[in-house]
């Protein structure tokens, strides 16, 4: 019970702040989601969703910028491959998350930080992405939790 109110108390604190900040600027906040197809040993396969929102610190590190993520993720239900039923895991997720430009389109993306949800621990991502026009990325991720692996098929709109 404790971990729900602290994540509807983070939900709601990132929501506030994002809330403010963007009253003063919202070009570098963006939002998103999208599919994923879920593993864990022992489990099946299963697909699942994510909603995302971030900020954009801009290059910071030569061509590379750095943005802070926070999300909410669900695996969908993974059937026990040994046993009748079905596992799932959701919950929040904070990341720091870095882009380098390949080409005009093309960016690499890394990501680590913590997941607050079932699966709780360090969360380490890496993968590209595709600018589709100037607000909006299609980005493809291979993340990795304590137990769950993901594939994330996310978008990514930029104010």
């Not at 600027?25 to 299963?46: K, P, Q, R, T, V």
């Not at 997720?93 to 690499?108: F, Q």
Request: charged share 15%; net charge negative.
């Amino acid at each position: 019970m404790k971990r729900q109110y602290f994540g509807s108390a983070f939900v709601l604190g990132v929501c506030l702040a994002a809330s403010n900040a963007m009253a003063q600027d919202l070009e570098n906040f963006y939002i998103g989601g999208g599919l994923s197809h879920n593993s864990a040993s022992g489990l099946d396969g299963a697909f699942g969703a994510q909603v995302l929102g971030g900020y954009d610190f801009g290059p910071i590190l030569g061509d590379a910028s750095i943005m802070a993520e926070v999300g909410y993720m669900n695996t969908g239900n993974m059937d026990r491959s040994w046993s009748p039923g079905s596992v799932s895991a959701r919950g929040l997720w904070a990341n720091g998350v870095v882009s380098l430009p390949l080409t005009g389109h093309w960016s690499l993306l890394g990501r680590a930080g913590l997941d607050f949800g079932d699966d709780d621990g360090i969360m380490v991502g890496i993968g590209g992405a595709y600018r589709i026009t100037q607000q909006l990325d299609l980005r493809g991720e291979l993340v990795t939790r304590d137990n769950i692996d993901s594939f994330q098929f996310n978008f990514a709109y930029r104010f």
